[in-house]
């Protein structure tokens, strides 16, 4: 789909054509990965020249390969596996550092986005409106720290945002003086030389 | 030769009539039949939801639904190849009933009562049917489905809502932090003993109304309890109070209720937190193949608008879905509900998990 296809499709959806919303997104997400497929197809057709151009290719599309790639399963020689964990680990660490950059300038937005009117009943829970920082915070913690469980993330989500403002500061605070954090995002102090 | 436990794809029949239905047609492909029921709580019955009310929410959006009436529709979907019947209850009863019943997919849309329970009725604020001890318990109020011990609000108890509740008297022991709810859990260290003239300045309710809904408290019974930041958001006192989920002398609580239902989507403030455990852990309702699913909001929700978003991408998944399990579809609606739910109304980051 080229982009005036898109845009005209798009302009004519209204906001409530859920299903018509639905159907393009679905069309852009096939259309972007369709290519891929095939150049996932090619690698796996065992053809030493057709897999090893097919390699190349996907190396270069970084993160849009990942899905295509893990579609088909996991590849049933070693040789293809140990490629495909090379691949997709260095093709993840890049928007792994963007995210972990973007977060990190996010802890320093105060600002609360405007609730939007809704013809809800009042909610009987109403901790205050989380801020940027405080979602940046929350996504910190949901894609990087490992030490928690599902639930445990959830509960300590949960207790986070019923946190008054001063509070929740401090733990941002204690987030970016971490050593882990520091490291993560490239502030940390170089390490010293060994003797 | 295909599998025998399958339908045969080129068998047609009437739409919700078997083959040996008078009504047979070969117009109309056999469909599984397949039942929601929608359970409306307490201040979200159709008239208090506004563009979220069901069925006008799906009918704007799906157009093949079939409405009987506002607590009746059907569905028929071409591509899932399934029918739905879709059955709107307000009650307490009914929606225990289909907790109950083999084969239903239940959405509760309503409040969690800060923990204590999925809550029904209609009767105008304030009263007894927010609490546990309805006058028509069977039929309205919470279906006491939470921790032990909970810590509620006391303005919540005495001004707000005026319900009766039991407060674990200072006399006993501090209940164990294990029992307590996790809020009250997390400010085990902080509890006190009340005295009932340390909580009646607290209110606006004079102290013979506060008395008599901390279960007929005497004037020099004492009770545990906490100053904290409540759900609401405000710096409150607290009263411990004991809930439970069984053995409550209740008609009805989740102890009692035998829950078969095929899957069970609680959409209120915080689900995961009040009930998951209880409902998972403490009672044991755990998933078996395919068979009792469970979804839980992680934070304060707008319940209609999450329940809406439900309901439209269950009905609307986009893959062949007759006679197959259930887990690809329930997944499906809940990634798209979360994702529409983070992009229109959410005050709060809450997902359905």
């Given at each position: ?165 001063d509070q929740k500061d401090a733990e941002i605070q204690n987030l970016k003086k971490s050593n882990i954090w520091k490291r993560l995002t490239g502030a940390a102090e170089p390490a010293s030389r060994p003797k | 030769m295909g599998d025998p436990a399958q ?347």
């Amino acid at each position: 789909m080229t982009r005036e296809q898109f845009s005209e499709r798009f302009y004519r959806l209204s906001d409530t054509d859920q299903v018509g919303i639905t159907a393009l997104a679905k069309q852009v997400m096939d259309d972007a990965r369709e290519a891929v497929r095939a150049a996932v197809e090619a690698w796996s057709t065992g053809n030493a020249g057709q897999e090893q151009k097919a390699a190349s290719i996907l190396s270069a599309l970084d993160e849009l390969a990942f899905v295509p790639l893990t579609e088909k399963g996991d590849p049933p020689d070693p040789q293809r596996r140990v490629w495909f964990l090379r691949m997709a680990g260095s093709s993840y660490l890049e928007p792994r550092a963007k995210i972990i950059a973007a977060i990190n300038r996010m802890l320093e937005d105060k600002r609360k986005p405007p609730v939007r009117p809704s013809s809800e009943p009042p909610m009987e829970e109403n901790p205050p409106i989380p801020r940027v920082c405080d979602e940046a915070y929350l996504a910190h913690r949901q894609l990087l720290n490992f030490a928690e469980s599902r639930e445990q993330y959830y509960q300590n989500a949960h207790a986070f945002l019923a946190l008054s403002e001063d509070q929740k500061d401090a733990e941002i605070q204690n987030l970016k003086k971490s050593n882990i954090w520091k490291r993560l995002t490239g502030a940390a102090e170089p390490a010293s030389r060994p003797k | 030769m295909g599998d025998p436990a399958q339908p045969d794809q080129g068998n047609f029949t009437a739409s919700r009539q078997s083959s040996g239905d008078p009504s047979f047609s070969a117009l109309t492909p056999k469909y599984e039949e397949r039942l929601i029921i929608l359970a409306q709580g307490k201040t979200f019955q159709n008239e208090q939801i506004g563009d979220w009310a069901i069925p006008s929410y799906l009918s704007q959006r799906l157009s093949n639904l079939v409405v009987i009436d506002d607590r009746n529709m059907t569905y028929a979907d071409d591509v899932q190849h399934v029918n739905f019947t879709i059955q709107r209850v307000t009650t307490k009863s009914d929606f225990v009933k289909w907790l109950q019943t083999d084969g239903a997919h239940v959405v509760y849309c309503g409040h969690a009562r800060l923990g204590q329970g999925p809550c029904f009725g209609d009767s105008a604020d304030p009263g007894e049917e927010w609490g546990s001890h309805a006058p028509d318990a069977l039929t309205t109020g919470i279906l006491p489905s939470g921790f032990p011990y909970i810590g509620l609000p006391l303005d919540e108890i005495a001004d707000e809502h005026q319900y009766t509740v039991s407060p674990v008297s200072g006399d006993d022991d501090k209940p164990a932090a294990s029992d307590c709810h996790p809020h009250a859990r997390q400010l085990y260290n902080n509890m006190t003993k009340f005295s009932v003239s340390d909580l009646a300045p607290k209110i606006q309710a004079s102290s013979d109304a506060m008395t008599a809904l901390l279960s007929n408290a005497g004037p020099n019974d004492t009770f545990w309890g906490y100053d904290a930041t409540g759900e609401s958001g405000k710096w409150e006192r607290h009263v411990l109070c004991s809930c439970n989920w069984q053995n409550t002398g209740n008609p009805m609580d989740m102890g009692a209720v035998q829950i078969s239902c095929k899957a069970y989507i609680c959409i209120a403030c915080s689900t995961f937190i009040h009930f998951y455990p209880v409902v998972r852990k403490l009672k044991g309702w755990t998933k078996d193949g395919d068979n009792h699913y469970a979804y839980w909001t992680t934070n304060a929700t707008a319940s209609a608008a999450m329940t809406a978003f439900w309901l439209y991408r269950i009905l609307s998944y986009p893959q062949r879905n007759d006679y197959q399990p259930w887990e690809a579809s329930l997944e499906y609606a809940k990634q798209m509900a979360n994702r529409d739910y983070a992009g229109s109304v959410a005050k709060y980051p809450s997902s359905l998990i």
